[in-house]
T-cell receptor
């Protein structure tokens, strides 16, 4: 069945790069998304990648997509304390349903 | 400003009572969704609607009901049949054409007391 997996926790030092990984199962997904959730709030879209792309860069964010391995990653350069949050990857299954990962809680140490 | 609004932000319910969570969007989106979030479990889909007057069950619909009488509104009722309703509830909406990213409300935290 459809499933999206992420590791639950990641801890990095301020100024270092963070890499959050995600694996998905639905090879028919058109778009893959990264969302950020701050405590007690909804999800905000950070970036997305179209399924025919390998990489997308947007300021401090770099998304890499390996379709063969169904692996998606989000790299945050120069990580700041304000980046501490839960990060969700999600795939658009094409039937107007989104499959979300369990979320990775990023903690940035000063 | 266009967006999606959930109310209330915090809700307390006594056991055995039904309660309705509000979700309104002015983004002219056809599709709307309700998710439940529990710690360590990510988001689970309760119900979704692709068009007015139509909706489908998601993965955990038991104990919940919805209606979609207007394009802008998709209220969720948590009934007394829901055995463990304490959770964070998120509403979202999306377009059905082009980039179908989901836009989320700020959530409602429901606590059963």
């Amino acid at each position: 069945g459809e499933d999206v997996e992420q590791s639950l926790f990641l801890s990095v030092r301020e100024g270092d790069s963070s890499v959050i990984n995600c694996t998905y199962t639905d090879s028919s997904s058109t778009y893959l998304y990264w969302y950020k959730q701050e405590p007690g709030a909804g999800l905000q879209l950070l970036t997305y990648i179209f399924s025919n792309m390998d990489m997308k860069q947007d300021q401090r964010l770099t998304v890499l997509l390996n379709k063969k391995d169904k692996h998606l990653s989000l790299r945050i350069a120069d990580t700041q304390t304000g980046d501490s949050a839960i990060y969700f990857c999600a795939e658009d299954s094409g039937t107007y349903k989104y499959i979300f990962g369990t979320g990775t809680r990023l903690k940035v140490l000063a | 400003d266009g967006g999606i609004t959930q109310s209330p932000k915090y809700l307390f319910r006594k056991e055995g009572q039904n309660v309705t969570l509000s979700c309104e969007q002015n983004l002219n989106h056809d599709a709307m969704y309700w998710y439940r979030q529990d710690p360590g479990q990510g988001l689970r889909l309760i119900y979704y609607s692709q068009i007015v007057n139509d909706f489908q069950k998601g993965d955990i619909a038991e104990g919940y009901s919805v209606s979609r009488e207007k394009k802008e509104s998709f209220p969720l009722t948590v009934t007394s049949a829901q055995k463990n309703p304490t959770a964070f509830y998120l509403c979202a909406s999306s377009s059905r054409t082009g980039n179908t990213e989901a836009f989320f409300g700020q959530g409602t935290r429901l606590t059963v007391v």
